[in-house]
C-alpha cells in the first residue's frame, strides 16, 4: 500500500512556517511523508485593530479549522497559546511539543532609563499590557499587531521606548536584538512558548502517528495553564497569565496564576506547589481560588470594557 503524504496545515507567517518545518522534520524521522499548506488567517491580514476588538476566539486557528475539517488538511500546527481553550467539535490535540523558552523579554532602543521615568511600550497583549502598566503606571502602552518581523520593524520606524515580546518566537528565528532584557517578573500567557498539533478525530492512522511527538511534561504543564485560562473563562484576551513547572527532584509541580485588571491596577494572583499526582485539577482548583477572592466581580468589569 502507497504510503499517505501528511499535509502540515499551518499560517504563513515566518515563525509559522517555522513551527511546521519543525513538525515535518520529526515526521520524516519517523519514516512519514509530509507536505507544508500555508494559508493566511484572519489574525494576520486584520492588523489595524487590537486584537481584543476583533471579538473573535481563535482568530489565527478558525481557518486552519475549517481546512481541518474539509479535510484539506491532515494536521495542523500552531502557537499553542493562539488556540481557544475549547477546540472544535471533531477537532483533537494531538501532540505537544516540548516548551522552549516562556518568558517574555523587553526589546528597547535607546537605553534602559525610561524604565526610571515617562515612557512607552508597545504590546498587543492586554495581559502585557496590564502587568506593563501595575508595575510602570506613568508609561503609556500602545497597540502592536502583525508577526514577529512587523512588529520588530515598527517599533524601530516609532518613537516608542520600547516592545515586549514572547522570547521564544525571536529565538526560533533568530532575531533576538542583543538590546533585550527577560521580564522574570512578568507571568506569562497559558501554554507560551509550547507548540500543539490538531488533527480530525476520525483520522486515526494520522492521531496515533503524530501523538509520538507528544512531551509529556509540556503536555501536562500546558494543560493545567489552559484550565486555568477555560474556568476563569478568559478566551485569548483577558489579562491572564499562568506558569506551571515540573521539579524532577521534588517530583512536584510549581504554579502561578495571576488576573489583571486591564489598566493594571487590580491583581489577584495565586501560588501553589503540588505533588505530580494532583496535576489534573490543579488549573481548575486554583481558578476557582481566585474567583473566589474579587476574581468574578474582575472577570464581569473585564467583560462589560470589552464590549465597549
Known amino acids: 500500500m502507497k504510503q499517505k503524504t501528511i499535509r502540515i496545515g499551518t499560517r504563513d507567517s515566518e515563525l509559522a512556517l517555522w513551527q511546521a518545518k519543525t513538525v515535518e522534520k520529526q515526521l520524516n524521522d519517523l519514516g ?59 477537532i483533537v490535540q494531538v501532540a505537544v511539543l516540548e516548551r522552549a523558552n516562556t518568558k517574555d523579554i523587553l526589546v528597547y532602543k535607546e537605553g534602559l532609563d525610561f524604565l526610571n521615568s515617562e515612557g512607552t511600550v508597545a504590546t498587543g497583549s492586554l495581559r502585557r499590557q496590564a502587568q506593563w502598566l501595575h508595575k510602570y503606571p506613568k508609561h503609556n502602552v500602545v497597540d502592536l499587531r ?19 515580546f514572547a522570547a521564544a518566537g525571536l529565538e526560533r528565528l533568530n532575531l533576538k536584538p542583543q538590546t533585550n532584557i527577560e521580564l522574570d517578573w512578568m507571568i506569562p500567557a497559558p501554554a507560551q512558548g509550547a507548540m500543539v498539533v490538531v488533527a480530525h478525530v476520525d483520522n486515526t492512522e494520522i492521531v496515533d502517528t503524530v501523538s509520538q511527538l507528544n512531551h509529556i511534561e509540556t503536555e501536562i504543564c500546558t494543560h493545567i495553564e489552559r484550565q486555568f485560562l477555560r474556568t476563569l473563562e478568559g478566551g485569548c484576551t483577558a489579562p491572564i497569565g499562568a506558569i506551571a513547572s515540573y521539579n524532577e527532584q521534588e517530583d512536584i509541580i510549581n504554579f502561578t496564576g495571576v488576573l489583571f485588571s486591564i489598566d493594571g491596577k487590580q491583581k489577584i494572583e495565586v501560588g501553589k506547589k503540588v505533588a505530580v499526582s494532583e496535576w489534573k485539577k490543579l488549573g481548575f482548583n486554583t481558578a476557582q481560588e481566585i474567583l473566589n477572592n474579587g476574581g468574578t466581580e474582575l472577570m464581569a468589569n473585564i467583560k462589560k470594557q470589552l464590549k465597549k
Open 146 to 164: 502583525g508577526n514577529v518581523n512587523t512588529r520588530l520593524q515598527k517599533l524601530n520606524d516609532n518613537n516608542w521606548n520600547g516592545a515586549v
Open 32 to 90: 512519514c511523508k509530509t507536505e507544508i499548506v500555508a494559508v493566511k488567517s484572519q489574525g494576520d491580514i486584520i492588523l489595524d485593530k487590537p486584537l481584543y476588538e476583533l471579538g473573535i476566539t481563535g482568530i489565527f486557528t478558525k481557518t486552519l479549522d475549517i481546512a481541518l475539517l474539509q479535510h484539506e488538511i491532515d494536521i495542523a500546527v500552531h502557537s499553542m497559546k493562539d488556540v481557544p481553550t475549547a477546540l472544535p467539535h471533531h
